[in-house]
């Protein structure tokens, strides 16, 4: 197959990121009971406490989207946007003295000296007035509310959480904006109702037409989804570019956007297009994100089938990724197969969970089908088995660097910046932050985390090529100069400046 010839179709994004096309119909949405807290940056989106459809534990576990992720909320809060804090010390950094901050992200408390210098700091932070300071500063606080829950100091963190809620906003500064949905979480922590809010968030998702603007913006002006999905598709197609049958596996379908160019790409292949085989995997709620079942998939995969002339079969399979089996999968002799996890297999609990571990146990599964290629994309963060502070800590960096890339491209009064901010990020946070045990299904690990689960599992790892590579770096010079991608072992790694954000690799 020319590699030239599907590149030059199948990555035909536009010179650089737009909204423009994107259509903004407001959500219809309820309230959640806020108490008094009608600023909450979330409390539009709930009716009551009471409206939550309980589901199956494994509804609790898989994201509903193609996305990084949702909007949550929580009672009790106040939001004042326009409130700043007094500068404590140009010097400092972001993280308080007594904090070590490991290469991997997690943070640690080393002795009893430092965890007297926490206190030191939370007692200055309640004492300052309200006034404008540095954004790192208001990072300090954050973390200093974080220390306070962890260690059931609930007077200091209520001192402490009223102080960040008078300068926490949604059209703030990065950090600012960050801010408001950490604060929900950590109050939804104290509160024990982060579960409750997840689950209502999965119940309550917004009609699939709001919803894919939501996500086609964060498409359009962050390339994590593009970059995810180019090196997947760029593996698959090398693995499989002599094969006349091929059939993908696809352990989080969505809007099925991953296979559009990917068809048109093989349409093209020289030698004539391959007979295409699409198993779609999503959970039974997915119908939420799309506004329609799988079948608005199949749709959208026979509309491609018909304009480029390239035969496509596609097998619908509502199940939760940990329920699979290989009968539902119904891979057949002569197909080479290609099995695609796209920011989904950190949904899936591991051992830490559950002593069955599902998360070992379905790459075992997968290996046991003898695919020609194996692509995992995830999130490059290590919140899984970390107890609660290291993981704020961990996930405060990581969001922020997020946000931080948000910030480059839309203003900070943009409605589209704030609705995606909103619907495809905050909901992980709160979960990450607010739940634990079985409860909390935003569990992501770091790249060679999961490169020991597939060694374990019999995988070899299969390395991107340099064209793919190539065509990537292409890509990211469409966007600022502070994405970084690095190519490590085979697997690459797209960051924001110094903190990388998502892996992708590849195995067989």
């Known amino acids: 197959m020319d590699s030239h010839r599907f590149y030059g179709r199948d990555l035909s994004y536009s010179s650089h990121p737009t909204v423009s096309s994107v259509e903004n119909s407001p959500l219809e949405t309820s309230k959640f009971d806020s108490g008094n807290s009608p600023n909450s940056p979330l409390a539009n989106y709930f009716d009551s406490v009471t409206t939550f459809t309980t589901v199956s534990d494994y509804q609790e576990q898989n994201s509903c989207t193609e996305n990084l992720s949702g909007a949550s909320s929580s009672r009790d809060s106040s939001l004042d946007y326009y409130q700043y804090f007094h500068r404590l010390n140009p010097s400092q950094d972001c993280i308080p003295e007594g904090l070590l901050v490991s290469s991997s992200g997690t943070s640690l408390l080393q002795n009893a000296n430092q965890s007297r210098n926490m206190k030191q700091l939370e007692a200055a932070l309640v004492d300052l007035p309200l006034q404008g300071v540095p954004s790192s500063n208001l990072k300090q606080l954050l973390i200093a509310c974080a220390r306070a829950l962890a260690e059931n100091n609930l007077d200091d963190f209520e001192i402490l959480v009223a102080k960040a809620r008078m300068v926490v906003s949604v059209t703030g500064d990065p950090i600012q904006r960050l801010g408001a949905y950490i604060v929900e979480g ?131 399979v509502p199940v939760f990724a940990p329920e699979i089996t290989r009968d539902m999968l119904d891979v057949r002799p002569g197909e080479a197969l290609a099995v695609n996890f796209p920011l989904q297999l950190h949904h899936t609990p591991d051992e830490s969970v559950d002593v069955n571990n599902p998360r070992d146990e379905l790459i075992r599964m997968i290996k046991s089908l003898s695919p020609n290629i194996v692509t995992l994309v995830e999130q490059e963060s290590n919140t899984n088995t970390a107890p609660f502070f290291p993981r704020f800590l961990e996930a405060l960096d990581y969001y922020h660097a997020m946000f931080e890339s948000i910030d480059v491209t839309l203003a900070r009064d943009m409605k589209e ?92």
Not at 305 to 312: G, M, P, Y
Not at 430 to 452: D, P, T, Y
Not at 476 to 495: F, I, N, P, Q, W
């Open 186 to 316: 950590l109050v939804a922590r104290k509160e024990l109702s982060g579960t409750t809010i997840y689950r209502s968030l999965r119940c309550k998702e917004p009609a699939g037409k709001d919803l894919l603007s939501y996500m086609h913006i964060l498409y359009e002006i962050c390339p994590y989804l593009k970059f995810g999905y180019m090196a997947a598709n760029g593996a698959i197609v090398e693995a499989c570019r002599n094969e006349d049958r091929i059939h993908i596996i696809d352990f989080q379908i969505a809007q099925g956007t991953q296979w559009m160019t990917l068809l048109q790409a093989l349409a093209a292949r020289p030698g004539g297009a391959p007979y295409v085989r699409i198993t779609g995997i999503d959970d039974p709620v997915s119908q939420y994100a799309r506004g329609d079942g799988l079948s608005a998939v199949a749709k959208r995969l026979s509309v491609i089938s018909e304009k480029f002339n390239i035969a496509v079969e596609f097998n619908a």
């Open 417 to 508: 910046r704030i609705n995606v901010e909103q619907h495809c990020l905050a909901r992980d946070i709160v979960n990450v932050i607010a739940c634990e045990g079985k409860e909390r299904v935003e569990r992501h690990e770091l790249l060679g985390k999961w490169k020991s689960r597939f060694m374990m599992a019999g995988f070899q790892q299969y390395p991107l090529s340099f064209y793919v590579n190539s065509v990537i770096k292409d890509l990211m010079r469409r966007y600022s100069e502070h994405y970084t991608l690095v190519e490590k072992d085979g697997a690459m790694l797209l960051g924001w400046k110094e903190r990388n954000l998502v892996s992708v690799s590849a195995w067989f």
